[in-house]
C-alpha cells in the first residue's frame, strides 16, 4: 500500500528524491540543462512524498503561481517502483492540495525528454499551453495545464 504525506522543502527525505532527479534529469538531459534553473527547493511550503512499506519512493510539490494558479514542481518516482501508478497517486494529492488552497488551474513544465512525465500528465488531463514566464524562451520546454 502507498501512504502519501504532507511535507515541506526541508524534509530530508524530500531532499534525497530531488538529488535522485537531478543525477536522472543530468543523464538525460546535460548537467547544465537550461530547466535546471528553475529546479530550486528552496522553500517550498507544499510537498507530497509516497512511501512504500515505510520507505520513500516518490515525491512532488507545489507554489502558488498567482492568485488561482498553482504550479507542479519536482515530480519524481524512484526508478525500482516505476510503472506502478504512483506518480498519479501524487498528482492527485498536489491536486487536492491545490483546491484546498484557492487553485483553479494547475499547471507545469517539463523537457522533451520526459516522456514518461509527459505521458503521465497527459494521462490525467493535463493539456499543453503556450510556454510562460521564464520558460518562453528553451526550446525544448513543455508546458501544461488542468483545470481543477
Given amino acids: 500500500m502507498i501512504e502519501i504525506i504532507r511535507t515541506n522543502s526541508e524534509n530530508l527525505e524530500f531532499k534525497k528524491l530531488v538529488q535522485l532527479l537531478n543525477t536522472d534529469l543530468a543523464k538525460r538531459d546535460g548537467n547544465t540543462h537550461s530547466l535546471s534553473q528553475f529546479n530550486s527547493i528552496a522553500n517550498l511550503k507544499y510537498v507530497v512524498l509516497a512511501l512504500k512499506e515505510g520507505k520513500t ?80 524562451d528553451i526550446p525544448d520546454s513543455l508546458c501544461f495545464a488542468k483545470d481543477l
Wanted: aromatic letters at 8%.
Fill in 57 to 136: 519512493i516518490g515525491c512532488g510539490a507545489i507554489s502558488i503561481c498567482d492568485f488561482n494558479s498553482m504550479e507542479i514542481k519536482r515530480m519524481y518516482v524512484s526508478s525500482e517502483v516505476r510503472g506502478q501508478r504512483i506518480g498519479e497517486k501524487i498528482l492527485s494529492e498536489l491536486e487536492n492540495w491545490s483546491r484546498e488552497l484557492g487553485g483553479i488551474k494547475c499547471i507545469l513544465f517539463t523537457g522533451s525528454k520526459q516522456p514518461e512525465a509527459i505521458k503521465l500528465y497527459q494521462r490525467n488531463g493535463y493539456c499543453p499551453i503556450e510556454k510562460y514566464g521564464k520558460l518562453m
